[in-house]
C-alpha cells in the first residue's frame, strides 16, 4: 500500500483481541454509532466541510461509546490507551510521509517541476483517452515503486493539474489515478500488502502474484474501458484554452526536459529500495535546488522581494515546504496547479488519520474486531460463503479499524483454518485479502489510506469513489469467480 517498511513493527506478529464476554451487538453498538454521526454530520451537518474537523472529533466520540462498551465487559483504560498508543505509533511512518509530501509538493511547485508534468502532459495526451491513460501510468510507476502513495504523491499531482487545466471533473482524474496506482501496488513485488497477503495466508510471494492476476487483469481491463467510454463523452471545452494555458505556464516558469531529473530520481530510489522517508526528503530538498537554479524569480516572489540573496532565498523556499505556497498568475485554469499546500497543508488530515486510529484502537482493545470478524466467519458454510465473509470482514475492518493492515491481518489470522477446512488453497485467502482489503481502504475516508489519498490529491474521497472503478470492481469479480468456480484452486 503506502510504502515499505512504515510499520515499525512486524503485522504478522500482532496478537488479535478477543473478548469472550463480548456479543456481536454489542461490538455493533461503536459501528453503529459512527456511521449514523458521520452521515447526519455530513448530510445535516457540514456538507463537504465535515472533513474540516468535525467529523474528526465524531471519530473520538466513537471512541468513548466503544471505551463504554469496553467497560461494561471488563476492558480496563489503560488497556484501551495500549492499543490506541499502539496504533498511533503505526502510523507515525504515514504521517511522517504525509508531511513530507506537503514539503515536496511545496519546493515541486516552485522549482516549476509540477507545472512542466502539465505543460509536457498537455502537449502530449489527447483528452479523449486522457482517463485511460491516468490508469496506464500511474499503474506502471506504482509497478515499479511498490506504493500507491508515491505514485500519487509525484505523477499523480501532475495528472490532476492536467485535468483541471482540461477542465475534466476532478473526481473522475483521482479516480482514474486510485484505479492504476492499486493495480500496480496490489502486483508489484515491492508491496508491503503484495507481502502481508500471503504471508498472512500461508503461501509464498510469486505463487500469490501470480493467482492473483487471475482477477486483477480482468478489472483493470474492465476499468480502462469505462474510462474510454466515459473520454468519448466528455466535454472537452479545456482543449480550446490548452494553447494559452502552455504559453502562461511557459511565461511563469523556465519549462525544461532537465526538470524531471528529479521525479525520475525519486522513483529511482523507491525503486532501489530506499527508504521512502528518506527519498522524499532528498526530491524536496533537490526540489529545493532546482529551484534556486531554474526558477530564481518564482522564489524570489515567495519571498515577497524583488532580488534574491541568501537569506531572501532560504525565505522562500522554507516559506514553500511549510506553509501554502500561491504563484500569481491571471489564468483562472492555473489557479491550483500554481498553489502548493506546504507541509501545513497536511494537519487536517493528520488529524483524521490520528482521531481514526483513536477509534480502531479502542474497537481492537475491546475485543470488537475480532467479535465481528467471528461472527461473519460463522454465517457461511459453503466455499462461496467463505469467500463472501473474508470480503465482508475485510470491508468491515476498513470501517471500523480505519487501518489496511488490520484488514488483512485479521481476517487473514482467523479464516485460514476454515479455507483449509474446506479444502482451498491458502493463495485463495491471500487473493481474496487482497482483492477486498487492499484496494477498498482507499473507499473510507477516515481509513489512513482514504485520507492520505484525499490529502495529497486535495479530491475529497466522496468525489473520487465513484470514479475508482477498479477499487470497487475488485470484491465482486472475485466473489463472481468464486460463485462461478473459476481458478478455485483445491488442496492437493
Not at 87 to 100: D, R
Request: contains cysteine; hydrophobic residues 50%.
Amino acid at each position: 500500500m503506502k510504502s515499505q517498511d512504515i510499520h515499525p513493527s512486524d503485522p504478522t506478529e500482532e496478537p488479535i483481541i478477543e473478548n469472550q464476554m463480548l456479543g456481536i451487538w454489542e461490538a455493533l453498538i461503536p459501528v453503529f454509532f459512527l456511521v449514523a454521526m458521520l452521515s447526519f454530520n455530513v448530510v445535516k451537518g457540514f456538507g463537504d466541510d465535515a472533513l474540516s474537523g468535525t467529523n474528526q472529533f465524531i471519530l473520538i466520540l466513537s471512541g468513548a461509546v466503544a471505551a463504554i462498551v469496553g467497560f461494561r465487559n471488563k476492558v480496563t483504560y489503560a488497556a484501551m490507551m495500549e492499543e490506541v498508543g499502539k496504533n498511533i505509533k503505526s502510523t507515525s511512518g504515514a504521517l511522517l510521509i504525509l508531511l513530507f509530501v506537503g514539503a515536496l509538493s511545496g519546493t515541486w511547485l516552485i522549482s516549476g517541476i509540477i507545472p512542466a508534468m502539465v505543460y509536457y502532459g498537455l502537449d502530449i495526451l489527447n483528452p479523449t483517452i486522457f482517463l485511460p491513460a491516468c490508469v496506464v501510468i500511474c499503474a506502471l510507476i506504482s509497478i515499479a515503486t511498490g506504493s500507491s502513495w508515491t505514485t500519487s504523491a509525484t505523477v499523480g499531482i501532475a495528472l490532476i493539474g492536467i485535468g483541471n487545466t482540461l477542465q475534466i471533473p476532478l473526481g473522475m482524474v483521482a479516480g482514474a489515478v486510485i484505479s492504476g496506482a492499486y493495480f500496480g501496488d496490489k502486483l508489484s513485488p515491492l508491496s508491503d500488502t503484495t507481502n502481508l497477503a500471503p504471508a498472512m495466508a500461508g503461501t509464498d510471494l510469486f505463487t500469490h502474484i501470480r493467482y492473483m492476476t487471475i482477477t486483477t487483469v480482468p478489472t483493470i481491463v474492465i476499468t480502462i474501458i469505462l474510462f474510454f467510454i466515459i473520454g468519448l463523452q466528455l466535454n472537452t471545452n479545456g482543449t480550446s484554452n490548452a494553447a494559452q494555458t502552455l504559453s502562461d505556464i511557459s511565461q511563469k516558469f523556465h519549462i525544461t526536459p532537465i526538470l524531471f531529473v528529479v521525479p525520475l530520481l525519486v522513483i529511482f530510489m523507491i525503486v532501489r529500495k530506499t527508504e521512502p522517508l528518506i527519498a522524499l526528503l532528498i526530491g524536496t530538498l533537490l526540489g529545493a535546488v532546482f529551484a534556486l537554479i531554474f526558477q530564481p524569480q518564482i522564489v524570489a516572489q515567495v519571498a515577497g522581494v524583488s532580488e534574491l540573496n541568501f537569506i531572501e532565498a532560504y525565505r522562500g523556499v522554507m516559506k514553500a515546504i511549510t506553509v501554502q505556497t500561491k504563484i500569481a498568475t491571471e489564468n483562472e485554469i492555473l489557479a491550483d496547479l500554481f498553489t502548493a499546500k506546504g507541509m501545513s497543508g497536511m494537519l487536517g488530515t493528520i488529524f483524521l488519520i490520528l482521531c481514526a486510529m483513536v477509534f480502531g484502537g479502542i474497537m481492537e482493545a475491546i475485543g470488537a474486531l475480532a467479535t465481528i470478524t467471528a461472527a461473519l466467519l460463522k454465517l457461511f458454510h459453503t466455499a462461496f460463503g467463505l469467500f463472501a465473509s473474508t470480503v465482508a470482514s475485510c470491508l468491515a475492518l476498513n470501517i471500523t479499524a480505519s487501518d489496511q493492515y488490520l484488514a488483512i491481518v485479521v481476517p487473514g489470522k482467523m479464516f485460514a483454518k476454515a479455507y483449509e477446512d474446506q479444502n482451498l488453497a491458502p493463495e485463495n485467502l491471500s487473493r481474496t485479502l487482497e482483492d477486498s482489503g487492499t484496494v477498498t481502504s482507499v473507499l473510507i475516508p477516515w481509513n489512513t489510506c482514504g485520507a492520505y489519498q484525499a490529502g495529497v490529491l486535495n479530491v475529497d474521497t466522496m468525489a473520487y469513489l465513484p470514479y475508482a472503478f477498479f477499487n470497487y470492481l475488485s470484491p465482486f469479480v472475485t466473489l463472481l469467480f468464486a460463485a462461478l468456480r473459476i481458478k478455485i484452486k483445491s488442496l492437493k
